[in-house]
């Protein structure tokens, strides 16, 4: 069987700190958090009171009014994200090729918050007369990807991802392996979730996930810091426009980066067990396998990094694990020190990040960093970004429950290699 190269030539971010790649990166590289209290209802009861919402983001931008209206938030953020990642790969759709286009979708909450409460709202208030209609079908984790094959226009394989917060890297590999199997020349791959509601908030909040530095909004994301103590909950969505390289040379696309090798792994969980980084680094090693590359070959990591004490912890053994002392010299940053913990968005965002890392040759960087965790004492790119020779990037995400993911891209191919 052939084994197709996959390449990405489309971004499309709707991310707490920006609308659109440019914003998005420009606000990275300045270290700016978009992280605030909460807007979107009264939090003032919780325990937390902070989040990073995507406050300048209007469906009508992307959407007709009626469809905005009936939809959940989770889906007009992936619809809004991949009219952005198809028009900045200048990609055009047309019907006698829909069939070669695919959708590789991820979610990890889709419409419980918003959509989802409706539903039970009205049932318990009123009984069945109640239920919204549109509520009642909108809510599915697949109505994502519904929503985008219709505003699209494109008949090829469609499916849904959702692993906890791996999701967004799981759901790039699902797009990448129905491009390498010739299932597809194209593929929207990304996710989106919207968990800044008051229901979903609370749950997170009694889960104890989430941190209680109220009083300093913009500093209560610190990943590997010491004062570090819980994530804070985002929205948003992003989406990659993955393509046959063959296809994108064609049509004479710019490629940001290809897609090298992805690895995954499971384990029962408990905070003891993920913070030795074990299976984590069992995810990174099959990762580097497919790539075919070594620890000497990954320039930078585009890191997990969400500011639960234990999980940082798994992050920093698994590097070590898996890349020796090369470890200590590679540059790491956690985009979620700005942008918050987006779930299903969070991997997707990471990617995006880590391809304009190698397109601009610059690493954002880890904001909040002031004293000095013994624990995590590799170099993530304190405070201030950073120019770098960087040519391939390591991501890694965690889930909750349990799950592992990590994901290797790689530059854009010579053009002997694609002639070759």
Same mark, same amino acid.
């Given at each position: 069987?052939?084994?197709?190269?996959?390449?990405?030539?489309?971004?499309?971010?709707?991310?707490?700190?920006?609308?659109?790649?440019?914003?998005?990166?420009?606000?990275?590289?300045?270290?700016?958090?978009?992280?605030?209290?909460?807007?979107?209802?009264?939090?003032?009861?919780?325990?937390?009171?902070?989040?990073?919402?995507?406050?300048?983001?209007?469906?009508?931008?992307?959407?007709?009014?009626?469809?905005?209206?009936?939809?959940?938030?989770?889906?007009?953020?992936? +619809?809004?994200?991949?009219?952005?990642?198809?028009?900045?790969?200048?990609?055009?759709?047309?019907?006698?090729?829909?069939?070669?286009?695919?959708?590789?979708?991820?979610?990890?909450?889709?419409?419980?918050?918003?959509?989802?409460?409706?539903?039970?709202?009205?049932?318990?208030?009123?009984?069945?007369?109640?239920?919204?209609?549109?509520?009642?079908?909108?809510?599915?984790?697949?109505?994502?990807?519904?929503?985008?094959?219709?505003?699209?226009?494109?008949?090829?394989?469609?499916?849904?991802?959702?692993?906890?917060?791996?999701?967004?890297?799981?759901?790039?590999?699902?797009?990448?392996?129905?491009?390498?199997?010739?299932?597809?020349?194209? *593929?929207?791959?990304?996710?989106?979730?919207?968990?800044?509601?008051?229901?979903?908030?609370?749950?997170?909040?009694?889960?104890?996930?989430?941190?209680?530095?109220?009083?300093?909004?913009?500093?209560?994301?610190?990943?590997?810091?010491?004062?570090?103590?819980?994530?804070?909950?985002?929205?948003?969505?992003?989406?990659?426009?993955?393509?046959?390289?063959?296809?994108?040379?064609?049509?004479?696309?710019?490629?940001?980066?290809?897609?090298?090798?992805?690895? %995954?792994?499971?384990?029962?969980?408990?905070?003891?067990?993920?913070?030795?980084?074990?299976?984590?680094?069992?995810?990174?090693?099959?990762?580097?396998?497919?790539?075919?590359?070594?620890?000497?070959?990954?320039?930078?990591?585009?890191?997990?990094?969400?500011?639960?004490?234990?999980?940082?912890?798994?992050?920093? #053994?698994?590097?070590?694990? &898996?890349?020796?002392?090369?470890?200590?010299?590679?540059?790491?940053?956690?985009?979620? *020190?700005?942008?918050?913990?987006?779930?299903?968005?969070?991997?997707?965002?990471?990617?995006?990040? $880590?391809?304009?890392?190698?397109?601009?040759?610059?690493?954002?960087?880890?904001? #909040?960093?002031?004293?000095?965790?013994? $624990?995590?004492?590799?170099?993530? +790119?304190?405070?201030?970004?950073?120019?770098?020779? +960087?040519?391939?990037?390591?991501?890694?995400?965690?889930?909750?429950?349990?799950?592992?993911?990590?994901?290797?891209?790689?530059?854009?191919?010579? %053009?002997?290699?694609? &002639?070759?």
């Amino acid at each position: 069987m052939t084994h197709h190269r996959v390449v990405i030539t489309g971004l499309g971010i709707v991310a707490p700190n920006g609308i659109g790649r440019d914003e998005f990166w420009r606000n990275l590289v300045a270290g700016k958090s978009a992280v605030d209290r909460v807007f979107a209802f009264d939090a003032s009861r919780y325990p937390c009171q902070v989040a990073a919402e995507v406050r300048d983001f209007s469906p009508t931008d992307f959407l007709a009014p009626r469809q905005a209206k009936t939809m959940g938030r989770f889906s007009q953020l992936a +619809v809004a994200a991949t009219r952005l990642a198809v028009e900045d790969a200048k990609l055009t759709i047309v019907p006698q090729a829909s069939e070669q286009i695919g959708i590789a979708w991820g979610t990890s909450l889709a419409g419980i918050g918003d959509l989802a409460a409706d539903v039970f709202r009205g049932f318990f208030t009123d009984g069945l007369p109640g239920i919204p209609r549109a509520s009642a079908i909108e809510y599915p984790p697949h109505l994502a990807a519904v929503h985008l094959a219709s505003e699209f226009k494109i008949r090829g394989p469609a499916l849904t991802v959702s692993t906890n917060c791996c999701t967004g890297l799981d759901a790039i590999y699902a797009g990448y392996a129905q491009i390498k199997l010739g299932k597809a020349k194209v *593929s929207l791959a990304g996710a989106s979730d919207a968990p800044i509601f008051p229901a979903t908030f609370g749950a997170f909040c009694s889960f104890g996930a989430l941190t209680t530095r109220n009083h300093d909004p913009q500093g209560a994301s610190r990943p590997y810091d010491k004062l570090r103590d819980g994530i804070v909950l985002a929205e948003g969505g992003a989406t990659l426009v993955l393509e046959d390289l063959e296809f994108a040379v064609a049509r004479g696309a710019k490629i940001y980066a290809e897609v090298l090798g992805h690895g %995954s792994a499971n384990e029962i969980d408990n905070p003891r067990r993920r913070a030795t980084g074990r299976t984590m680094a069992r995810a990174i090693r099959a990762a580097l396998t497919e790539a075919a590359l070594d620890a000497a070959e990954i320039d930078h990591i585009n890191a997990h990094g969400c500011a639960v004490p234990y999980y940082d912890v798994c992050d920093t #053994n698994a590097f070590k694990q &898996t890349l020796g002392q090369r470890a200590y010299k590679i540059p790491i940053t956690s985009i979620k *020190s700005m942008v918050g913990q987006g779930l299903a968005a969070a991997g997707v965002l990471q990617t995006a990040a $880590a391809c304009l890392s190698i397109d601009q040759q610059r690493v954002p960087p880890t904001i #909040n960093q002031e004293a000095s965790d013994a $624990a995590c004492d590799l170099d993530y +790119v304190p405070n201030v970004s950073r120019a770098a020779d +960087v040519k391939r990037v390591l991501i890694n995400g965690q889930g909750f429950g349990g799950s592992y993911a990590a994901l290797v891209i790689g530059p854009p191919p010579s %053009s002997d290699a694609v &002639t070759g």
